[in-house]
C-alpha cells in the first residue's frame, strides 16, 4: 500500500534537518529528545463532527491511535481544529466505548452480552420476517413493491459509501422506503 | 435543498468556504458560525481582516455577534419579513444589479395573465385547497405565459421537493415571453415590486422587533457591497431551515443574492453551513425517502410511472442539464442490478420500491407511535432525545418489535427503556433491542462531503476494537445474510434482492498504514464502492472520467452521477487528493467538489452576458476568444466551448436549449428564478408567516401561519394557539461549540463536559426579575407538550425585544442534552414540535412558545403532570452570581 509513504518521507527529512545539532543551539541531550508522535505513523483523516471538513492526522504508534491533530497542509482548516475537532481522540479511545454486542430481549430489565455473528443472523431473520409481513406489491393496479414497516434512520454521519450501501440494499434490494437521515432539508 | 435548487438549480451551498475571505461584505442569518462552525468563521474573520463589512442578524447574541461590525437582534421565525424587507428597499431605491437581472434571472418573463398573487387574497396564492393544505396547480397558475398551468413535475403533497426533476421544473419554451423593458405588469420584475411593496422598513422594525436603523443599515450595507466591483455573501445554517418556511426564507435570500448580482461570483453566493460531517453525502446520495442517488426522483405511484419510459416522460426535463435524465437513470439501475437489468426488462425499474404515502422522518415516527412499524435501524442517530418532541420519540421506540442501534455509546435511543424522564418499566415494553458497536471514522475507510461538496477521504488508521464493526461492515454482512435466506425464492418480488450486485470483498488481506493487516473478516473494499458510485463501462469494467461519459442504452453504469469523476481511474481516488497549489486559490486538488470538481457553482455569472469579468477586482471565470473557451481559476460550470453568443429557440433541446449568456445551466430557461413557477409547493414567492406556535399576529396578512404546513396530530404533540396567553414566550433551540447534537458525540467525552457541563437556559435580565429567576437558579419551562427544567443563564444576550408595541420576551435553549453520558440534563427536544415545512418536512425547532418559572418541575400545579429531570438529588450547585451583568452590545 502506497498511502502515506512519501508524505513521511518528506516530514522525516524535514525533523533530521532541524535536528540536525548544526542548524540548532541545543544540548545533545535535548536533541536525542523527540515528541511522541516522532516515530508514528501519520494517517490522514477528517473530522466527523460538523461539515467543514477539517483534515485531521491521526499518529498510530503501536497499533494504537495515540493522537489526532488538525492538518497544516488543508486550505480548510490549515492545521487549526475547534474544542470538538480537538476531542476526536477521545471518540476512539474512551472508556465509554462499548465494545461488544449488546443484547436486550423483549421485556427484559438487563443488557446482556451476545455474539456477533448470532446478532447478525437474528436481524437477519427479523428482517425477513418483517418483510414478508409487509411487503405490498401492488394496490389499485399500482406496482408498489415496497415494504412500509421497517424504517432506517440516519446516516448524515457517516460516510458517502455507507449511505450508499443502505440505499442500495434496504431500497434498491428489499424495498424498504422509510429511509431518512438528518438532513431532512 | 430546495430553496436554493429552485432558485439556481442545484440544493446545495452555491460556494466554498475559503472564498468567503473575499467578500466586501457577509450576512450572518439563521446561523451562530463562530460557535457552530468556527474553523470556517476564520473565513469571515480574514474577510474582515480584509476592510468587509460583517453583520449578524440573530435572536441570540453570540460570540459571532461579538466579531461581527452589527449586530441587529430580531424574533426568531420573522426572517422573510426582514429579507422581504431588503427586497422591497432594493427594488424601491433601484439599486438592482440591472445586466445582471436582466440577463441571468427571470425578471423580464411574462407570468400566466390568471396569476394572482397573496398581495390581494390576504397572504395565500390563488387555488388554495385549505383543507388538503395544497395549491391546485391548475387555477394557481403560478406557470410562465404559454405554458401549461399545470406544470409537468409540480407532484402533490406527499412527495418532496428534493428531487431535481421538481426543483427545476419543465418547460415546453426554453425561451419564454418576455418584456425585457420590465414595464409589463405580469413580468416578473413587476410581481415581485407588488408582492414586496409592503414590506416597509416600519414594518419590519415591528414584526422583527429591531430598530428601523438597524433594518435600513443591513439592507443598505449588502447594496452598498454589491455590484460590478463588489460583491457580498450571505450565511446560514440551521436557523432558517428548521421552520415552517424554511425554504421559502433561503428562496427570499436567493431572491436578494439575485438582485445584487452576487450568486456565481467571487465574494458572493450563499453558503448553507451544514452540521453533519457527510450531511451533504447523505442528501447526494440520501438516506432519503424520496430521492434516488443523484436527486433522481424515487418512483412513486402518485405519479405515472408504470414503466421506466413512463417514469423518464414523466421526469425529464426536456430542456438544460437535466435532459439527461435517462443516461443517469439507466446507469443507476445497471449499477444496482448489474447483468440482471435488461433493456427487454426495463433495466430491473420494476424493482425499484414505489412511494405511496410521505414516509419522511416525522410521519414515519408517528406511525410507529402508532404501532405500525415493526423494526427500526439506527446508524449514529439519536430520535430519543434529538428529534423534534422527542417524548413522543421514545414513545414510538416503545412500540417497535425490534431495534438495531448502531452507535459507539449506548445513547439515549438504546437505553430509553429502562430510563428517561418518564421512568419507563422495563417489564412493559417489548422492543428487542441489538446494540450493535460501531467503528468510529479514524477505524474505516471512506468519504464525506463536507458542507461546500467537497469529498474528502479518510484513511483508516486502525482496526476498530472487540466487536466493533463499521457500518459498511454491518450492511455490506446482513446483504449477504439476506441473499442467501432468499436464495431459492423464484418470486418475482425477491428477484431485485437477488440480482442486486453485491460484491464488495477486498481482493486480499487489508494492509493499515502502519504496514499491518487488518484483522476484520469480511469489510468491504471501500475503493470497490467508490468505483461504482463513479460510474465505469459494463463490459470493460473501466472507470468512467466522468457523468458526460454516461449512457443511456445500458452500457454504463453508475451509482450517483453527479459523484461521477471523483474516480476517474483506477489508483486516482480525486477525494483522496491532498495537494494545495499555491498559484490556485480554489485549491483544485485538494478532495473533489461535485459537479465536475467545480468549487462555485453557476461560476459563468462571474463574467457579463459577452463573456468578460464584471470587473478586474471580480474576475474569475471568462470566455476566452483566442482559445474558444472559458477560462478562469475554477472549472467553468458551463459548456467549455459554448460561446457568449450562442442563442437557444424554442425548438432546441438539452443543453442546446441553454443560450451562452444563461448561466444555470440545470434551470430549464439557464435563469435563476426570482419567481419560482414551480418547485415550491407553498408559493412561487416567499411570504412571511408566523411560526406554527407565536404569540404575535401576522402583521402582514391576515394569514396566521403557513396555510400548507404539515400538522402531525397526537396526543403527544399538541398546538398552542397562536397568541395563547398561557405561552407567551418565544423559545428557539441551539448548539454549543463544545456539545454536538443530543450529545452521542460530546457528552461522553470528559474533555467536552468539562468545558460546558451542564444544560442551562439563557434569558434577559427582565424576564427573569419578572418570574423571579435567578442567575444560576433553577427553572421550569413548559408548553403544551412538556416541561423541563434547567439553570438560569440570566445575560443581555438575549434581549428582550418590542413587537407589535408590546415587550416579548425570548429564550434560547442548547439542545445538547438528555439522560445518557457523564453528563445529564434536561431534552430541549421535548419542548418541540412535530411540524413541518410542506417542502421538506423538516421541523420547527427554532421558534415555538412555553412559559417559564423559578424552581423545578413537580414543585408546583402547573407542571405536576410532568416528572423531574434528571433527578430530585441535590446537584452540584452553580453559585448564584454577584455581578452584574454587562451591557452586551
Redesign the interface.
Known amino acids: 500500500m502506497d498511502r502515506p509513504l512519501e508524505f513521511q518521507k518528506q516530514s522525516k527529512n524535514s525533523i533530521e534537518r532541524e535536528r540536525d545539532p548544526r542548524n540548532q543551539p541545543f544540548s545533545a541531550n535535548t536533541i536525542a529528545k523527540h515528541s511522541r508522535i516522532h516515530d508514528a505513523t501519520k494517517v490522514h483523516s477528517v473530522c466527523p463532527y460538523c461539515a467543514v471538513g477539517c483534515s485531521q492526522l491521526i499518529y498510530v504508534k503501536g497499533g494504537k491511535i495515540i493522537d489526532i491533530e488538525g492538518n497544516p497542509d488543508s486550505p480548510i482548516n490549515e492545521g487549526t481544529l475547534c474544542p470538538k475537532g480537538a476531542n476526536t481522540f477521545q471518540l476512539s479511545v474512551n472508556p465509554h466505548r462499548v465494545k461488544q454486542v449488546m443484547y436486550r430481549a423483549p421485556y427484559s430489565d438487563r443488557w446482556e452480552p451476545r455474539d456477533l455473528e448470532w446478532a447478525m443472523e437474528r436481524i437477519a431473520q427479523l428482517t425477513k420476517e418483517a418483510r414478508e409481513e409487509g411487503f405490498v406489491e401492488e394496490r389499485d393496479g399500482n406496482i408498489i413493491n415496497n415494504m412500509p414497516n421497517v424504517v432506517s434512520l440516519g446516516g448524515a454521519t457517516m460516510d458517502n459509501e455507507e449511505n450508499y450501501l443502505i440505499k442500495k440494499l434496504f431500497n434498491g434490494g428489499l424495498g424498504m422506503v422509510a429511509i431518512e437521515n438528518q438532513a431532512r432539508i | 435543498?430546495p430553496?436554493l435548487g429552485t432558485s439556481f438549480g442545484r440544493g446545495a451551498a452555491t460556494t466554498f468556504?475559503?472564498d468567503l475571505q473575499n467578500s466586501d461584505c457577509i450576512l450572518i442569518m439563521g446561523s451562530n458560525m463562530a460557535e457552530?462552525?468556527?474553523?470556517?468563521f476564520?473565513f469571515v474573520m480574514k474577510a474582515r481582516e480584509n476592510g468587509a463589512k460583517i453583520m449578524h442578524v440573530d435572536p441570540h447574541f453570540s460570540r459571532t455577534s461579538a466579531m461581527c461590525n452589527e449586530y441587529v437582534p430580531i424574533r426568531t421565525g420573522t426572517d422573510i419579513a426582514f429579507l422581504g424587507g431588503i427586497i422591497h428597499y432594493i427594488l424601491e431605491n433601484d439599486r438592482w444589479f440591472k445586466e445582471y437581472v436582466l440577463a441571468y434571472t427571470n425578471a423580464a418573463t411574462i407570468i400566466n395573465g390568471d396569476y394572482t398573487d397573496a398581495e390581494e387574497l390576504g397572504g395565500v396564492f390563488n387555488g388554495l385547497q385549505r383543507e388538503e393544505r395544497r395549491y391546485d396547480q391548475k387555477v394557481a397558475a403560478w406557470n410562465y405565459a404559454g405554458e401549461p398551468k399545470q406544470p409537468k413535475n409540480q407532484t402533490d403533497q406527499a412527495i418532496k421537493a428534493q428531487s431535481f426533476s421538481e426543483r427545476l421544473g419543465h418547460l415546453e419554451n426554453p425561451v419564454p415571453p418576455q418584456d425585457p423593458t420590465l414595464q409589463d405588469p405580469m413580468c416578473v420584475f413587476q410581481i415581485l415590486k407588488r408582492h414586496y411593496a409592503r414590506y416597509l422598513a416600519e414594518k419590519v422594525a415591528e414584526i422583527c422587533g429591531c430598530s428601523q436603523q438597524q433594518f435600513l443599515s443591513v439592507a443598505e450595507s449588502l447594496c452598498a457591497n454589491s455590484g460590478r466591483e463588489r460583491t457580498s455573501a450571505i450565511v446560514y445554517a440551521?436557523g432558517w431551515?428548521q421552520h415552517t418556511t424554511?425554504?421559502q426564507i433561503i428562496r427570499a435570500a436567493g431572491i436578494v443574492q439575485l438582485l445584487l448580482g452576487n450568486m456565481g461570483r467571487p465574494g458572493g453566493g450563499i453558503m448553507a453551513?451544514?452540521?453533519?460531517?457527510?450531511?451533504?453525502?447523505?442528501?447526494?446520495?440520501?438516506?432519503?425517502?424520496d430521492i434516488?442517488?443523484g436527486y433522481i426522483p424515487?418512483p412513486a405511484?402518485m405519479r405515472d410511472h408504470?414503466t421506466l419510459k413512463d417514469y423518464l416522460k414523466q421526469e425529464e426535463v426536456s430542456t438544460g442539464y437535466w435532459a439527461n435524465l435517462p443516461k443517469f437513470m439507466v446507469s443507476l439501475l445497471k449499477a444496482?442490478?448489474g447483468e440482471a437489468a435488461k433493456k427487454e426488462n426495463d433495466h430491473g425499474f420494476?424493482?425499484?420500491?414505489?412511494?405511496?404515502?410521505n414516509?419522511?422522518?416525522l410521519p414515519?415516527?408517528l406511525?410507529?407511535a402508532q404501532g405500525?412499524?415493526?423494526?427500526?435501524?439506527?446508524?449514529?442517530?439519536n430520535?430519543a432525545a434529538g428529534a423534534p418532541n422527542a417524548k413522543l420519540n421514545r414513545k414510538a421506540l416503545m412500540q417497535l418489535?425490534?431495534l438495531?442501534v448502531?452507535?459507539?455509546?449506548?445513547i439515549e435511543s438504546a437505553s430509553f427503556?429502562?430510563k428517561g424522564p418518564e421512568k419507563p418499566d422495563?417489564?412493559?415494553?417489548?422492543?428487542?433491542?441489538?446494540?450493535?458497536?460501531a467503528a468510529?471514522?479514524?477505524?474505516?475507510d471512506?468519504?464525506?462531503?463536507?458542507?461546500?461538496r467537497?469529498?474528502?477521504?479518510?484513511?483508516?488508521?486502525?482496526d476498530p476494537?472487540?466487536?466493533?464493526?463499521?457500518?459498511?461492515w454491518?450492511?455490506?454482512?446482513?446483504?449477504k445474510?439476506?441473499k442467501k435466506?432468499?436464495a431459492e425464492s423464484q418470486q418475482?418480488?425477491d428477484q431485485?434482492?437477488l440480482n442486486?450486485t453485491?460484491d464488495y470483498d477486498h481482493d486480499r488481506m487489508q494492509?493499515?498504514?502502519?504496514?499491518?493487516l487488518s484483522k476484520i473478516i469480511g469489510e468491504?473494499d471501500?475503493e470497490k464502492?467508490?468505483k461504482?458510485?463513479n460510474g465505469y463501462t459494463v463490459k470493460e469494467g473501466k472507470h468512467v472520467a466522468g457523468f458526460s461519459e454516461l449512457k443511456d442504452d445500458g452500457s454504463t453504469a453508475c451509482?450517483?452521477w453527479i459523484?461521477s469523476g471523483v474516480f476517474p481511474e483506477p489508483g486516482r481516488n480525486r477525494a483522496?487528493s491532498?495537494k494545495?497549489d499555491a498559484q490556485n486559490p480554489t485549491?483544485p486538488d485538494?478532495?473533489f467538489a461535485w459537479p465536475h470538481n467545480r468549487r462555485m457553482m453557476y461560476n459563468r455569472a462571474s463574467a457579463d452576458p459577452e463573456g468578460k469579468p464584471w470587473s478586474e477586482r471580480k474576475k474569475y471565470m471568462w470566455w476566452d476568444e483566442a482559445a474558444k473557451r472559458w477560462t478562469g481559476v475554477d472549472t467553468p460550470d458551463f459548456e467549455p466551448d459554448k460561446p457568449p453568443s450562442y442563442r437557444a429557440t424554442n425548438e432546441s433541446r438539452g443543453m442546446d436549449a441553454i443560450s451562452g449568456d444563461a448561466p444555470f445551466i440545470m434551470k430549464p430557461d439557464g435563469r435563476a428564478w426570482l419567481f419560482a413557477p414551480m418547485g415550491t409547493k407553498d408559493g412561487p414567492l416567499p411570504t412571511h408567516y408566523e411560526p406554527m406556535e407565536s404569540p404575535v399576529p401576522n402583521l402582514l396578512y391576515p394569514e396566521q401561519a403557513s396555510p400548507l404546513a404539515e400538522v402531525f396530530k397526537d396526543d403527544l404533540n399538541q398546538l398552542a394557539m397562536a397568541m395563547d396567553p398561557e405561552y407567551p414566550i418565544v423559545g428557539t433551540t441551539y448548539r454549543l461549540?463544545?456539545?454536538?447534537l443530543s450529545g452521542p458525540?460530546?457528552r461522553?467525552?470528559?474533555?467536552?463536559n468539562e468545558?460546558q457541563p451542564e444544560m442551562f437556559v439563557e434569558l434577559s435580565p427582565e424576564l427573569a426579575q419578572q418570574r423571579g429567576i435567578t442567575h444560576g437558579g433553577w427553572m421550569v419551562i413548559w408548553n403544551k407538550r412538556a416541561a423541563i427544567e434547567a439553570r438560569a443563564m440570566v445575560t443581555g444576550r438575549v434581549q428582550s425585544l418590542t413587537v407589535n408595541g408590546r415587550t416579548l420576551h425570548q429564550i434560547g435553549i442548547p439542545f445538547h442534552w438528555g439522560f445518557a453520558?457523564?453528563t445529564v440534563g434536561s431534552m430541549a427536544n421535548d419542548l418541540t414540535s412535530m411540524v413541518a415545512?410542506p417542502n421538506?418536512?423538516?421541523?420547527e425547532a427554532k421558534a415555538f412558545t412555553c412559559n417559564v418559572r423559578a424552581g423545578r418541575v413537580g414543585d408546583a400545579d402547573v407542571a405536576d403532570k410532568f416528572s423531574a429531570w434528571p433527578t430530585r438529588a441535590k446537584s452540584p450547585d452553580t453559585p448564584e452570581s454577584d455581578q452584574p451583568e454587562g451591557q452586551a452590545i
Open positions: 435543498m430553496g468556504q475559503e457552530a462552525h468556527p474553523v470556517g476564520r440551521v431551515t424554511g425554504v453551513m451544514r452540521g453533519h460531517a457527510s450531511i451533504q453525502g447523505s442528501t447526494d446520495i440520501p438516506t432519503l425517502y434516488l442517488p424515487q405511484t408504470g444496482w442490478y420494476g424493482w425499484v420500491p414505489r412511494i405511496d404515502a414516509y419522511s422522518q414515519a415516527f406511525r410507529m405500525k412499524v415493526k423494526g427500526l435501524f439506527l446508524f449514529g442517530q430520535p418489535d425490534w438495531v448502531r452507535d459507539w455509546f449506548e427503556w429502562y422495563p417489564k412493559a415494553i417489548k422492543t428487542e433491542i441489538f446494540f450493535l458497536p468510529s471514522n479514524a477505524e474505516k471512506g468519504s464525506f462531503t463536507n458542507t461546500q467537497l469529498l474528502q477521504w479518510h484513511d483508516k488508521a486502525v476494537p472487540g466487536d466493533c464493526r463499521s457500518d459498511a454491518f450492511v455490506f454482512q446482513l446483504g445474510r439476506l435466506l432468499y418475482k418480488r431485485g434482492l442486486l453485491w494492509e493499515l498504514p502502519d504496514g499491518s468491504p471501500m464502492i467508490l461504482e458510485i451509482g450517483c459523484y483522496r491532498r494545495r485549491s485538494w478532495g461549540t463544545e456539545h454536538y458525540m460530546s461522553f467525552n470528559s474533555w467536552l468545558l453520558g457523564e415545512d421538506v418536512s423538516m421541523h
